[in-house]
């Protein structure tokens, strides 16, 4: 990161934007070159302006913090000021991301703002980081309507109800849509713990796929089963759950 750390200020309360300012005033290194009451001022302020730093709130109207992110084309460092629950906080504390809570103080300000100092270079781990963070607050409560995946510096998200299958790729899930195949950072495994189970049915130790995808069930000739997808494409079932397809399809 460069000497001089250009910041955007983005909050939805005038207040909490006039302390962020005086607590940014103890701060010479750090430049404020934009101020944001709404995610949509900010995501335009943000890909304009390429800021190395935003004081991030989560909940405002219309399109909250989570939804700032997914809409950047270049994620800076970023410390997140909330009034976020205990589950939300323990999830950025596990995954290094740094949050502000409503109210903090001068001295918790100060000790947000040492570590990005102590971050000398925009790594991918930060972006790796906010995924996780994405993945397990924003989702908590029922099955996720959407997954989010890195690409490049850029984060988006994937519906879930355009995902056909899952396949495991070591650590990650491959996702497979219409419009391409993802990489996501959690492992098939996590998903599966995750997906709605009367949408989505693990096919294979490897595998997991849309029921409303499966076109039929075919023979792989040695006894076991290949399941056809909508997007032709062909997975392998594994004997121990061919009676759970069965149960979908006929």
């Not at 460092?77 to 323990?90: C, N």
């Not at 950072?185 to 599966?192: D, I, P």
Request: hydrophobic share 40%; proline share 3%; charged share 30%.
């Amino acid at each position: 990161m460069k000497n001089r750390i250009t910041t955007i200020l983005v909050d939805d309360e005038p207040l909490a934007r006039k302390l962020l300012k005086e607590y940014v005033q103890d701060f010479p290194q750090i430049n404020i070159v934009g101020e944001c009451k709404n995610g949509r001022q900010a995501v335009k302020t943000i890909n304009e302006t390429k800021p190395d730093l935003i004081f991030l709130d989560i909940r405002m109207p219309g399109m909250d913090g989570f939804e700032v992110l997914e809409n950047l084309k270049h994620v800076p460092h970023i410390i997140f000021s909330t009034a976020y629950s205990d589950y939300a906080l323990k999830a950025f504390e596990m995954n290094a991301v740094d949050y502000l809570l409503k109210p903090y103080d001068r001295k918790r300000f100060s000790r947000a703002v040492q570590k990005v100092f102590d971050r000398t270079s925009k790594s991918g781990d930060d972006i790796e980081r906010i995924v996780r963070v994405l993945q397990q607050s924003k989702e908590t409560e029922g099955y996720p309507q959407r997954i989010f995946i890195r690409i490049g510096r850029k984060i988006v998200s994937v519906q879930v109800e355009d995902i056909i299958w899952f396949e495991a790729d070591g650590d990650y899930t491959r996702l497979y849509t219409n419009n391409g195949a993802h990489l996501c950072n959690l492992s098939l495994n996590a998903l599966g713990e995750r997906l709605d189970p009367s949408r989505f049915l693990r096919v294979h130790r490897s595998y997991i796929i849309a029921n409303k995808s499966i076109e039929h069930l075919a023979s792989d000739g040695e006894g076991g089963f290949i399941a056809m997808l909508k997007d032709k494409s062909k997975v392998k079932v594994s004997r121990t759950y061919v009676a759970k397809i069965r149960d979908v399809i006929w």
